[in-house]
Every structure is written in structure tokens, then in C-alpha cells.
């Protein structure tokens, strides 16, 4: 098993670079990929639904990205601990109606020693937007450096 950086204990500073290393990942919207940053036996709360390991919740990704189309995502340190995250994020995305949406959640994150995450809990609301009120308006992928947060953005 390989260790993924920053590992525990966090600081400030290391919570905030595993939160964006996260969103990275989740905007790449490769769930193969993302996956690999949670350990072999995962346990996570999405929504309703309660996948356990990484096969589970790879194939909670594939199904979430045939829905959610044109993903883009921005995550925020809420709160952290020695092993523990608290994060709340926002992201847009439009169903294949057109129908857009804005997704308001918090995620609370467990790590094992080697920097794997080993529980996540996600609440998440979504809300119907119109297209002109689209915030995240970067090129599908990573979020650009200079592209404002969530707390500039008022969200």
C-alpha cells in the first residue's frame, strides 16, 4: 500500500492541501483514478447510499459522472484534527435535460497513518439554477489557481 501526502497529523496548512489535491481529483472525474487515494476497505455515506471499499465506490462515481455531466467542483476547509477533515463544497453540473444545478454538501473525512482516507460522510443538497446563474466557469478539469473559492464567491 502506498502512502498518499500530506499524511496525519495535519496542520492548517496540509488540511488545506489534501482538500485541493481532492478536488483535483474529483475534477478529473476519473473514479479509477480517484479511488486510489482511499484505503482498500473505504466505508463512505453518500447521499443514500453506503458503499464499502474501493470497488463500491468506484462504481458510485461511474454512475454519479453518467448523471452529473459537466462536473465542476470547489471544496473549502471547514474544520480539522489530528486525522479528521471537515470540508464543505459546492459544485455545478447540468443533468442530460439541460437542467442545471448547484450541489451544496459537507464531508467529514477519517485518515489512516499512510494518508489514506478511510471514512467519508457526505450530506448534499442540490438546487436547481438556471444557466445564467453558473458561478464555476473554468474549462472541464482542474479549477484554475486564480479562479475564486467558495468564500469569495459568497457560497
Do not use: C
Not at 1 to 6: D, E, F, I, K
Not at 118 to 136: T, V
Amino acid at each position: 500500500m502506498s502512502q498518499r501526502p500530506p499524511l496525519p497529523p495535519f496542520t492548517r496548512e496540509t488540511a488545506i492541501q489534501k482538500i485541493r489535491l481532492a478536488e483535483d481529483a474529483w475534477n478529473s472525474r476519473e473514479p479509477a483514478r480517484i479511488v486510489l487515494a482511499y484505503s482498500p476497505d473505504t466505508r463512505w455515506r453518500n447521499r443514500s447510499e453506503f458503499p464499502v471499499g474501493r470497488v463500491q465506490a468506484q462504481e458510485l462515481l461511474e454512475r454519479k459522472w453518467l448523471r452529473e455531466l459537466d462536473y465542476r467542483l470547489i471544496k473549502e476547509l471547514w474544520a480539522f484534527d489530528t486525522d479528521r477533515i471537515a470540508v464543505r463544497f459546492v459544485y455545478e453540473w447540468h443533468d442530460d435535460s439541460g437542467q442545471w444545478y448547484r450541489s451544496h454538501g459537507n464531508e467529514n473525512w477519517a485518515f489512516d497513518a499512510d494518508g489514506l482516507m478511510k471514512h467519508r460522510h457526505a450530506s448534499i443538497n442540490d438546487r436547481p439554477i438556471a444557466q445564467s446563474e453558473r458561478l464555476f466557469h473554468w474549462p472541464l478539469g482542474r479549477r484554475p489557481d486564480d479562479h475564486p473559492g467558495l468564500s469569495e464567491l459568497g457560497l
